[in-house]
């Protein structure tokens, strides 16, 4: 009776087989216990270290004309697929400029870095701000209104930068 084993295990670790305070002396297991047997049972079990996360870096791009600012639809496969966002520079090992900016333009790079934490890597993002006088036709570009960006659903690190682009605002 596999379930009936399962449910036994879970139970003698939730009531003798403690992480704290180990119960050894009415435990059933334990003369087989190599944790008992080494005398220190209570130092069990043992937390491995967290691998470290990768670093990338990124360029987050703030195109603004009359007000509107140039959001685009991310690729559909891939992280945040689908989603709307601010256009980007490549994610890589080292900062990338403004490798990848979505229209010729005056950029600004701000001395602001913008970081955010994924479960597999942390990210930097330097922001590079443009005006532009004539909106250009971006493939699945949207202009959203400045005023109005809160409620564009940005992704968590597209709305931090968003949110430093704001405190930033200044004329180009």
Known sequence: RAGDFAQ???????????????KCLICPLQRDCEAFAQGAPETYPRKMPKAARPQRHGTFFWVEQDGAVLLV?????????????????????????????PVRADWHISETIVSHGFTHFRLDVALAKASVTVR??????????????????????????????GRERCSI
């Open 73 to 101: 639809r991310r690729p559909e496969k891939g992280l945040l697929g689908g989603m709307r966002a601010l256009p980007t520079g490549p994610w890589q090992e080292t900062p990338p400029g403004i490798e990848g900016a």
């Open 8 to 22: 036994a295990m879970m139970d003698l670790g939730s009531m003798i087989c403690t992480a704290r305070a180990p």
């Open 136 to 165: 250009p036709e971006i493939d699945s570009g949207i202009w959203w209104p400045v005023e109005e960006i809160e409620a564009a659903g940005l992704p968590t690190v597209f709305a931090k930068a968003a949110r430093a682009f």
